[in-house]
């Protein structure tokens, strides 16, 4: 079975400072990898997506996301954050053309001025 | 982009009564449809696979009765809860995934907040 740990569960950081959310999955095989946004009240936003390939992933909104299977672990980061990135960010690991995602448990991230 | 569009995005019903919820892909059509539930400052937690054309599969301890999942189209699927009680006071998310389209990712909708007084 496949599951997702997002070992923080808040992150508070600065704006214009870096941004580094931490996943780490359990699968057997090399698993698909997303990252998603969710603000308050409202559905998830796709940030960026691993299925193979390239390991550093770029994403939108200046986010990228590094896969390193020898870690089990799928960071996002973002070099300097704006106050719009404050939200939840999940985590997600499914098997390859299942797409039944099972999520973390979500890192909410605060920006201050 | 493809979007899922989910209706209503709050509902607020009596206890013992029946909430319908939509799901629609509005620019694609989409075979299989998933339903989250997802309770405050927590993760998502998926429910049930709905299946066009077909019955839905449900996660284990999810209740079939208790919500029923149409997916009559290619482009809607509903949740509706019934008989619905406070503990099924929940943000409830579909998301759909572009057929044919290799690795592309699942697309969510905007969520339905369900208050069940």
């Known amino acids: 079975a496949q599951s997702v740990t997002q070992p923080d569960i808040h992150i508070t950081v600065s704006e214009g400072a870096s941004l580094e959310l931490r996943c780490n999955y359990s699968y057997g095989a090399t698993p698909y990898l997303f990252w998603y946004v969710q603000s308050p009240g409202q559905g998830l936003q796709l940030l960026l997506k691993?299925?193979?390939?390239?390991?550093l992933v770029q994403g939108i909104k200046g986010f990228e996301a590094e896969f390193k299977r020898s870690q089990s672990s799928f960071n996002l980061r973002k070099p300097s954050v704006h106050w719009s990135d404050a939200a939840e960010y999940f985590c997600a690991v499914g098997a390859p053309n299942d797409y039944k995602l099972s999520f973390g448990a979500g890192t909410t991230v605060t920006v201050r001025a | 982009g493809a979007v899922v569009s989910q209706h209503p995005s709050w509902v607020i019903c009596k206890s013992g009564t029946s909430v319908k919820i939509e799901c629609r892909s509005l620019d694609f059509q989409a075979t299989t449809m998933f339903w989250y539930r997802q309770f405050p400052k927590q993760s998502l937690m998926l429910m049930a696979t709905s299946n066009e054309g077909s019955k839905a599969t449900y996660e284990q301890g999810v209740e079939k009765d208790k919500f029923l999942i149409n997916h009559a189209s290619l482009t809607l699927s509903t949740l509706t809860v019934t008989s619905a009680h406070p503990e099924d006071s929940s943000f409830y998310i579909c998301s759909a995934r572009e057929p044919g389209q290799g690795n592309s990712p699942l697309h969510f909708g905007n969520g339905t907040r369900l208050t069940v007084t």
């Open positions: 691993y299925f193979s390939g390239d390991t």
